[in-house]
């Protein structure tokens, strides 16, 4: 079955210093993975997506993550964090072969302070 | 251009009643998804249209869910008899064909009294 795991319910990291966040998954096959963010009280939007080629994918707002296929891990990074980037972050993952309806992980809240 | 727009916002029904969600998805998309998203559950799949072919329901959790999709654009989701634990945020997102990125509407809050 394919799941996704986000390890950490809430992330706090100040203004300035690099941020991750953690996502694994489990998928029988090869997978198409992707990271969401939601502003409170909106619906979500699509920051980046692996599907193939490069491990590293840039996205919006200066997100990036790394695809690691022996790790099964698409962690989400960025350089140096904003407060406007406090949202809730969800990683997603399709299986190639299993349908396209997107599983998700719980969610990760980041909290950025001043 | 438009997002996916979804209606009403918030419905506050009592249990029992019948509720009808809309969705309006992208100009141009020809699949159509929607999820539910609640406290502890995180964003669950309940169904996929795409096109003209039959629809995947199976993330569907009873059978007092519904969803039909008219003329491949408008979907509404149903859900009959409607229990407490029904309450969540129902999300429709759309996708171009053989694109991979789906597109999310801001949500109907529903609240089941």
């Known amino acids: 079955a394919q799941s996704v795991a986000q390890p950490e319910d809430q992330v706090n990291v100040a203004e300035g210093n690099p941020l991750t966040v953690k996502c694994t998954y489990s998928v029988s096959g090869n997978p198409y993975l992707f990271w969401y963010v939601q502003y409170p009280n909106r619906g979500l939007q699509f920051l980046l997506k692996?599907?193939?080629?490069?491990?590293l994918v840039k996205g919006s707002y200066g997100f990036e993550a790394e695809f690691n296929k022996s790790q099964t891990s698409f962690h989400l990074k960025k350089p140096s964090a904003l407060v406007s980037d406090s949202a809730l972050y969800f990683c997603?993952?399709?299986?190639?072969?299993?349908?396209?309806?997107?599983?998700f992980g719980k969610g990760t809240t980041l909290s950025v302070s001043s | 251009g438009a997002g996916v727009s979804q209606s009403p916002s918030n419905k506050v029904t009592e249990k029992g009643k019948d509720v009808e969600l809309r969705c309006d998805p992208i100009?141009?998309?020809?699949?159509l998804y929607w999820y539910r998203q609640s406290l502890g559950q995180g964003l669950e799949f309940l169904i996929y249209?795409?096109?003209?072919?039959?629809?995947?329901k199976s993330g569907l959790p009873s059978d007092r869910f519904s969803a039909e999709r008219t003329g491949g654009s408008v979907s509404t989701l149903t859900i009959q008899r409607t229990q407490q634990e029904d309450s969540a945020v129902y999300l429709c997102?759309?996708?171009?064909?053989?694109?991979?990125?789906?597109?999310f509407g801001p949500g109907t809050r529903l609240t089941v009294t």
């Open positions: 692996y599907i193939t080629g490069d491990n």
């Open positions: 249209f795409q096109g003209n072919s039959a629809p995947d």
């Open positions: 997102a759309s996708s171009q064909q053989g694109n991979y990125e789906q597109y």
């Open positions: 100009s141009g998309h020809t699949a």
């Open positions: 997603a993952v399709r299986d190639r072969q299993a349908g396209t309806a997107l599983i």
